[in-house]
C-alpha cells in the first residue's frame, strides 16, 4: 500500500530534546549565565517553555523565523545585560553550530530505517532550519537511508499547513494514497497530515490522547513499526 514515507526529523528520529538540553548546558557555562541564575535548571525552566511558544507562534505564521532566533534568546539573556540583537544572534549561532555536532537518536532510529529503506522511498519533512538540519542528518549518521529532505524553508510554509504537505507530494513525485506521515508532534505532523488527507504514524511515547480524530496508527517506540510496515 505504502510507497512514500514521509519522516519527521526532530524528535522522531533525532533526539532533539537531550542534545538541545546538552547545548544549553554548554552555552550556560560558557557563557557565564549563572551569574543571574541559580542554576541550569532554573534557566532551562524559563528558556524552554518560551522557546516552545515561539516555535507554535512559528507555525502559526505569526512571527518570522528572525523574530524566533532573536527573541528565544534575549528572553533569558535580557536579566544579564544582553539584549541587543548581533549579541543575542551570535549565542543562537553559537548554539545552532553546536547543534549539529550531537548524535544522539531516539532509540531504534537506525535499525527503523535499515529495516524500511529497502522497501520504501523515505524522505525527511522538517520545520527546522536548514543551515544544522542537513548537518544533523549527516552527522548522525542518518543520511545513508534518506533520499531527499524536505523543509519548510523550502516550501515557503510550515507544517501543520496542508501546503508543505502538497509541496513534498509535489517534489518527490509521491502520490498520496501512498504516502505515510511518521512524527511525534500531534499538532505539527499528525493534524497536518491529516488535514492534507495523507494517513499518519503518531510516535507518542508518553501515551497521550488523541484529539479529535484517531490517527491511522500510534506507536510508544520506533521499534513497533516494524510490526506495521
Known sequence: MYKNLFIDLDDTLWDTCSNNRECLKEI???????????SFEAFYDIYMPNNL????????????????????????????????P????????????RTTTKTRLIPGAIELLEYLHSSYR???????FREVQFLKLKNSG??????????SEDAGIQKPHKKIFDFALKNTNARRRESLMIGDSWEADI???HDSKIDQ????????????FVPTFTVKSLAEIKNIL
Do not use: C, Q
Open 28 to 38: 550556560y557555562t560558557d557563557y557565564d549565565f549563572g551569574r543571574y541564575y541559580e
Open 53 to 84: 511558544e515561539l516555535w507554535a507562534r512559528y507555525r502559526r505564521h505569526e512571527i518570522h523565523r528572525n523574530t524566533l532566533i532573536l527573541e528565544r534568546f534575549r528572553y533569558v539573556t535580557r536579566p544579564l545585560g544582553i539584549e541587543d
Open 86 to 97: 548581533e549579541s543575542v544572534l551570535k549565542i543562537n549561532t553559537d548554539f545552532l553550530k
Open 122 to 128: 523515505l524522505f525527511i519533512l522538517s520545520n527546522g
Open 142 to 151: 542518518l543520511s545513508p537511508y534518506i533520499e531527499k529532505m524536505i523543509l
Open 191 to 193: 493534524v497536518g497530515a
Open 201 to 212: 504514524l503518531w510516535l507518542n511515547p508518553a501515551g497521550l490522547p488523541a484529539r479529535d
